[in-house]
T-cell receptor, first 116, second 113 residues
Framework: GAGVSQTPSNKVTEKGKYVELRCDPI?????LYWYRQSLGQGPEFLIY????????DSGLPNDRFFAVRPEGSVSTLKIQRTERGDSAVYLC??????????????FGPGTRLTVL | AQSVTQLGSHVSVSEGALVLLRCNYS??????LFWYVQYPNQGLQLLLK??????LVKGINGFEAEFKKSETSFHLTKPSAHMSDAAEYFC???????????FGQGTELSVKP
């Protein structure tokens, strides 16, 4: 497919469990972003990769959240010891630039995480 | 720090009426501004973007927005609403040193027949 894909589309887990959310960006896109969207809110920035490295992780709420992009393509967002407050839609986006501000970010459909 | 404020969490218009969704930003440097639309259970789709070129920006589906520096605004308009325009609309600003987007709270647009 030509767009950004995210798996799973839905994830239900129990409080305290570990989860991994996957993002496949558009082929060739060097920049990859993770956002979190809570109900009734706008997306909130989490982390931004340029290639394999995290260029900006200032949005990660605490050390339970971690993301990797080992080969500069697919990225995984990892959440340890999940809490009910982590329930949200996690969005991934990619862009073709080296982080140039004006370039368009293409968003995936999101992963809806529910922590019971 | 940059921020975005969208006035009105819910706007309702009749089909064929003018659509006006308000967005004000705060930035100490020239911003890049975006409007995204989100249909139910779908990802965000870019409607239009302002990148310091023309202040009146035309986007997809008949939408346009005007950058007004003096008012720090970037309001989204469409002359005639269509039922298919019903969705959530987000205004966003980009920081000049990086690509991350800072979003407003969103405005849900309803279109009545």
């Amino acid at each position: 497919g030509a767009g950004v894909s995210q798996t799973p589309s839905n994830k239900v887990t129990e409080k305290g469990k570990y989860v991994e959310l996957r993002c496949d960006p558009i082929s060739g896109h060097t920049a990859l972003y993770w956002y979190r969207q809570s109900l009734g809110q706008g997306p909130e920035f989490l982390i931004y990769f340029q290639g394999t490295g995290a260029a900006d992780d200032s949005g990660l709420p605490n050390d339970r959240f971690f993301a990797v992009r080992p080969e500069g393509s697919v990225s995984t967002l990892k959440i340890q010891r999940t809490e009910r407050g982590d329930s949200a839609v996690y969005l991934c986006a990619s862009s073709s630039s080296l982080g140039t501000a004006y370039n368009e970010q293409f968003f995936g459909p999101g992963t809806r995480l529910t922590v019971l | 720090a940059q921020s975005v404020t969208q006035l009105g969490s819910h706007v309702s218009v009749s089909e064929g009426a003018l659509v006006l969704l308000r967005c004000n930003y705060s930035s100490s440097v020239p911003p890049y501004l975006f409007w995204y639309v989100q249909y139910p259970n779908q990802g965000l789709q870019l409607l239009l973007k302002y990148t310091s070129a023309a202040t009146l920006v035309k986007g997809i589906n008949g939408f346009e927005a005007e950058f007004k520096k003096s008012e720090t605004s970037f309001h989204l308009t469409k002359p005639s609403a269509h039922m298919s325009d019903a969705a959530e609309y987000f205004c966003a600003v980009s920081e000049p040193q990086g690509g991350k987007l800072i979003f407003g709270q969103g405005t849900e647009l309803s279109v009545k027949p």
